[in-house]
């Protein structure tokens, strides 16, 4: 990206020396308008002539410089998710099942595919449904569930795995017990959910969340809207237990998503 600025500059100064030279003959319409006697000053109109010639160029190159600016600011926002990030560098290769540090990988859900549940918040339309009449039903059995976290994209989520990881000085297989990397996520599918008791916000994405009313109300009734936890106690992944997190399984397009991690975790909960 370095190697792009003095190239892109380059290329814009014949542009801003040929504006400068188009300058000139207005500078001579002024000349013009200026009384005759004080245009037999030479030394004046010389020097305004050459600093205004010189404040144009200065300008153009100032545009210029804005504008290259611009293009280089612009294009890694952009292109961030298709870059390579030197800190993906140490991250292993995934497993022949597709597994990454335990997390299988999943596709982005289409933006046309989801809705806002409430500010900042989308699900896949399906999973939203079912959310809202569940968290409705618990409303009225005295339970107030609230809505933590929902879709991410690959950015967000590559957002909260590395800089995280940097920070605690993590490895990632350390980093991926508790988080997935991006592009593994079941976020990513617009069907996964993270849930909290609006009594206990002290419980919010903890392990203790266990203990809530909520998520006794959850274990006893979330299958009937679909959705079950995706990282039980001792899950054969090998991902942190996470009682607040969890999957809607109610389609046949969910359920192909989730198909090979549903039957991966049986097979590993039947050897234990
Ligand atoms: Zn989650």
């Known amino acids: 990206m370095g190697k792009l600025l003095p190239s892109g500059c380059r290329a814009r100064l014949p542009g801003a020396i040929l504006e400068g030279g188009d300058g000139v003959p207005k500078l001579t319409t002024q000349l013009d308008e200026i009384p005759v006697a004080r245009r037999l000053t030479p030394s004046v109109p010389q020097q305004q002539r050459h600093g205004l010639s010189g404040l144009l160029t200065l300008l153009m190159l100032l545009a210029g410089g804005i504008v290259v600016g611009m293009v280089l600011f612009l294009r890694p926002a952009q292109d961030m998710s298709t870059l390579p990030d030197p800190l993906t560098e140490p991250m292993p290769q995934p497993e022949a099942d597709g597994r990454l540090l335990g997390h299988f990988p999943y596709p982005v859900a289409h933006g046309a595919d989801l809705v806002e549940v409430i500010p900042g918040r989308r699900l896949h339309r399906d999973a939203a449904t079912a959310f809202l009449a569940m968290q409705r039903d618990a409303a009225e059995a005295g339970v107030?569930?609230?809505?933590?976290?929902?879709?991410?994209?690959?950015?967000?989520?590559?957002?909260?795995?590395?800089?995280?990881?940097?920070?605690?000085?993590?490895?990632?297989?350390?980093?991926?017990?508790?988080?997935?990397?991006?592009?593994?996520?079941?976020?990513?599918?617009?069907?996964?959910l993270d849930l909290g008791d609006v009594r206990h916000p002290k419980l919010d994405l903890d392990e203790a969340f266990d203990q809530s009313a909520a998520f006794a109300w959850l274990q006893q009734h979330a299958s009937r809207y679909h959705f079950r936890m995706s990282f039980p106690v001792d899950n054969g992944q090998g991902v942190a237990y996470e009682p607040w997190h969890?999957?809607?399984?109610?389609?046949?397009?969910?359920?192909?998503?989730?198909?090979?991690a549903r039957r991966f975790n049986a097979a590993t909960l039947t050897i234990h």
Do not use: C, K
Not at 149 to 166: C, G, K, W, Y
């Open 144 to 192: 107030q569930l609230r809505l933590l976290s929902a879709f991410r994209d690959r950015e967000t989520q590559h957002n909260l795995f590395f800089p995280i990881m940097v920070e605690r000085d993590q490895q990632p297989e350390e980093r991926a017990r508790v988080s997935a990397p991006p592009g593994y996520s079941e976020h990513h599918t617009g069907y996964a």
């Open 246 to 260: 969890w999957r809607w399984e109610g389609s046949s397009h969910a359920l192909e998503l989730f198909e090979q």
